[in-house]
DNA sequence: GGCAAATTTGCGCGTCACGAAAGTTTCGGT
DNA sequence: ACCGAAACTTTCGTGACGCGCAAATTTGCC
């Protein structure tokens, strides 16, 4: 694994490199083959998941996870480059998917109110408290150090695809224009705020209106904030 | 290192266990200790870039480093988990400092103009172009794939002590108010997209300028699409 | 059925992260 | 200036990891 790139290829072909991961979503289409690499990835994914919460991260070998999920040592690391990877990749998917929601909003649609739909749609139904799995699982990659590193990783990522999708929405390009990256950093944001919050609240509440809630505090908390109207900006 | 933490507390102390890494601006205070330590640190860090970037990443060995810096394989991690940490090390300084200029700022100023000084106060004069090492520097940080995972993390660690710090500012908590995260998420997508950007820059221009120009995007882009002012909200 | 391409697997190696304990340096009180 | 405690470094050892390589197996397609 060598090095030489042009500068921002890399961060798009890193991207890529983890949007390339067949969704889960491609559950319909293609034949056996790419069926089952879907099959096999959810399954180490989840296992790891799984075994990690209930035995403690520290208690999980690479090894062990490839054995729950049928296959071979090596082939783990086919799919992912670590444990930790494999834990976050539900997570990773998600992220993913959001962008796909937003290229797919009605074309007229105002962005706000895209990206807002986009956001939701990947969290299920409004009134839907998450079932104790993926609890678990959420407050697991959140509370281990070890993992919130892979977490930070895949927020990053995702908000790189994020970007792609509003631009696209916007008609700019993402290498003249920055305002996309910004706003998908904003978002990206309000969504991790929004899964922090959730996970502290006591009484459990479902996700979805904390999440829209957030982003309604993000467009309200912007209004307070934004500078006067730029006068004759200076120099470029 | 076990797991448990409670949910939301563990990446504070995950930010913390960053932060309480001993700043190059801790140079003037302190005893001979600290002085050391800090010392040892950048020593590691310049040696991890400066090896990496001439020599390319897979090249360089954890050794290598330990040498280069004049000391034991073991205290390299001691001070860092992998050398991609140590390579990072420097923009981990760098963002963390963001907060603390953050903070420096007189009281009454509007946040907008507190942040966007705070920002640039980290880059330098307004005119400087930075040396060919610190491009290089960067360039291999956003260049290589292995590296960027390390540069996310530390960029989304940023993020939480930039939250921290305009919490301050608005006098609210983090707890409670999402704001400030997802105003410290934009702000810090608009440096990222300003870096790279600048990186793409053919006849080189200064960086700061376009740092401002980044966040004069963010403040112009919200405008216009920011949704109509919210109408008395739904559930909460 | 059978060939080409993709995927899995076994093997091996160099590297890494880190616990434990002993050695060394710094600090603070007297 | 000395001494004991605390902090930091070092040596040693180990289990695990990440991945290149090449052989074996499975899948896709005609």
Same mark, same amino acid.
């Given at each position: 694994m060598l090095? &030489? $790139?042009?500068?921002?290829?890399?961060?798009?072909? &890193? $991207?890529?490199?983890?949007?390339?991961?067949?969704?889960?979503?491609?559950?319909?289409?293609? *034949?056996?083959?790419?069926?089952?690499? $879907? &099959?096999?990835?959810?399954s180490l994914s989840e296992a790891a998941m799984r075994l990690a919460v209930d035995r403690g991260l520290d208690n999980v070998l690479v090894e062990d996870i490839a054995e729950a999920a049928g296959v071979s040592p090596r082939t783990f690391n086919n799919y992912f480059a670590s444990k930790y990877e494999a834990i976050c990749a539900l997570q990773q998917d998600r992220a993913m998917r959001i962008g796909q929601a937003l290229?797919?909003?009605?074309? *007229?649609?105002?962005?706000?109110?895209s990206v807002t739909q986009a956001v939701l749609s990947q969290f299920g139904p409004a009134s839907? /408290?998450?079932?104790?799995a993926w609890i678990a699982?959420?407050?697991? $990659?959140?509370t281990t150090p070890a993992l919130i590193g892979e977490y930070l990783k895949v927020q990053g990522l995702a908000q790189y695809?994020?970007?792609?999708?509003?631009?696209?929405?916007?008609?700019?390009?993402?290498? /003249?224009?920055?305002?996309?990256?910004i706003m998908a950093g904003a978002v990206t944001a309000a969504m991790q705020a929004a899964i922090e919050r959730w996970l502290r609240s006591d009484p459990p509440v479902p996700l979805v209106p904390l999440m829209r809630q957030s982003l309604r505090q993000f467009a309200d908390g912007m209004r307070g904030v934004l500078p006067a109207e730029t006068e004759l900006a200076d120099s470029g």
């Open positions: 090095t &030489a $790139v042009t500068a921002a290829e890399a961060i798009t072909s &890193a $991207v890529e490199h983890l949007a390339r991961q067949p969704l889960a979503s491609a559950h319909e289409t293609a *034949g056996l083959r790419e069926r089952k690499k $879907v &099959a096999t990835r959810q290229r797919a909003r009605p074309a *007229g649609e105002p962005l706000w109110e839907h /408290t998450p079932d104790k699982g959420i407050r697991l $990659v959140v695809h994020l970007a792609e999708a509003i631009a696209e929405r916007l008609g700019t390009s993402p290498e /003249t224009d920055m305002f996309p990256r």
